[in-house]
């Protein structure tokens, strides 16, 4: 078994893909489904499937992000320029974070317009990508 995706249902769907594009997602495929709903299925360039599905039902009323769900995490290779790139494209990263210390990760937390959190992580040199048994030996 393996996670292949993450949904997220947006209130406006021209809106959010402006966020995610400029987040750095490009779209792989739109599927149109009953009741005026759609599905935009996103994916970061290097990846080699989609990641992040935006579920847009016009009906469905408005998007409750509750107090279940916590954050999304995003790998980023240099996470001071994707700040400035984010910034330059009109989005509000919040202040870069060390929340290991000084040579643990690096981290910045964004908000997506139906309020979604995302964390941006840029790992130290030298550690593997994504969280894996080794960082709890």
């Known amino acids: 078994m393996k996670t292949l ?13 402006g966020f995610y594009t400029a987040l750095g997602y490009a779209e792989l495929g739109r599927v149109e489904g009953g009741d005026g709903a ?5 994916k970061f360039p290097d990846e080699p499937a989609a990641s ?4 847009h039902r016009p009906g469905g009323g408005p998007v409750d992000v509750g107090s279940g769900f916590d954050h999304l995490a995003i790998q980023a290779e240099r996470l001071a320029t994707t700040l400035e790139t984010l910034t ?3 989005l509000r990263p ?19 317009p139906d309020g979604y959190r995302i964390e941006l992580v840029e790992w130290p ?4 990508d994504g969280i894996t048994a080794a960082d709890f030996a």
């Not at 759609?38 to 996103?42: D, T």
């Not at 992040?52 to 579920?55: A, Q």
């Not at 040199?125 to 593997?128: A, E, I, L, R």
């Open 5 to 17: 995706f993450v949904s997220y249902r947006v209130t406006d769907l021209d809106r959010s893909l």
């Open 38 to 42: 759609r599905l935009v299925i996103l």
């Open 52 to 55: 992040l599905e935006l579920v």
């Open 88 to 90: 330059e494209a009109g």
């Open 94 to 112: 919040e202040p870069l974070r060390y929340p290991g210390g000084p040579h643990g990760p690096k981290t910045s937390f964004l908000t997506d």
């Open 125 to 128: 040199s030298g550690h593997p």
